[in-house]
Antibody, heavy 119, light 109 residues
């Protein structure tokens, strides 16, 4: 069974870069034809898709975040990563990593990681 | 850009009742790419329905999805205590782009 686990700093200063990693277990990123994505949820609010990467390296980003986001895969470490630069308080959220064989939805989810943007 | 509207924001039911949740798209969409998620407090979302009417693995058959065009529905035939949660619809559109509705909270009356 595929399992996902987010990790990274829980506190980031304004204008700096938020960096999170999603470690994959139960499957190999390099050999599985899956989509790997990031979704976030500000406290008390709804879900927002950030972006998705496919094994081939193809990336798809939310247009509203595209200029600040990079998603990448590290097959040697069996994880994928999120970088969001120039963060503000509005980027404070629980960040989830997720995966599926289908690009249109996500069956597998990590437990989420709260990232607070504050000086 | 597709906008998904879920209203009302909160619905109140007693256990054992039937719940019908609405998701309306700002323009006609393909039912192939419409999904529903359940989110319990403090937990990650859980895929319930995909392709508008197919139940995800492990989802009880009291959950069903339907709809086409701009109007989609998630029905829970008999509410169990663990079904009280927030439900989100989600659409995969061109670009590509994933869009979520604002969510409907199903609470105990």
């Amino acid at each position: 069974q595929l399992q996902l686990q987010e990790s990274g700093p829980g506190l980031v200063k304004p204008s700096e870069t938020l960096s999170l990693t999603c470690t994959v277990s139960g499957d190999s990123i390099s050999s599985s034809n899956k989509y790997w994505g990031w979704i976030r949820q500000p406290p008390g609010k709804g879900l927002e898709w950030i972006g998705t990467i496919y094994n081939s390296g193809s990336t798809y980003y939310n247009p509203s975040l595209k200029s600040r986001v990079t998603i990448s895969v590290d097959t040697s470490k069996n994880h994928f990563s999120l970088k969001l630069n120039s963060v503000t308080a509005a980027d404070t959220a629980v960040y989830y990593c997720a995966s599926d064989i289908n690009i249109a939805w996500f069956y597998f989810w990590g437990q989420g990681a709260l990232v607070t943007v504050s000086s | 850009e597709i906008v998904l509207t879920q209203s009302p924001g909160t619905l109140s039911f007693s256990p054992g009742e039937r719940a019908t949740l609405s998701c309306r798209a700002s323009q006609s969409v393909s039912s192939t790419y419409l999904a529903w998620y359940q989110q319990r407090p403090g937990q990650a979302p859980r895929l319930v329905i995909y392709a508008a009417s197919s139940r995800a693995a492990g989802i009880p058959d009291r959950f069903s999805g339907s709809g086409s065009g701009t109007d989609f529905t998630l029905t829970i035939s008999r509410l169990e205590p663990e079904d009280f949660a927030v439900y989100y619809c989600q659409y995969y559109g061109s670009s590509p782009m994933l869009t979520f509705g604002g969510g409907t909270k199903v609470e105990i009356k």
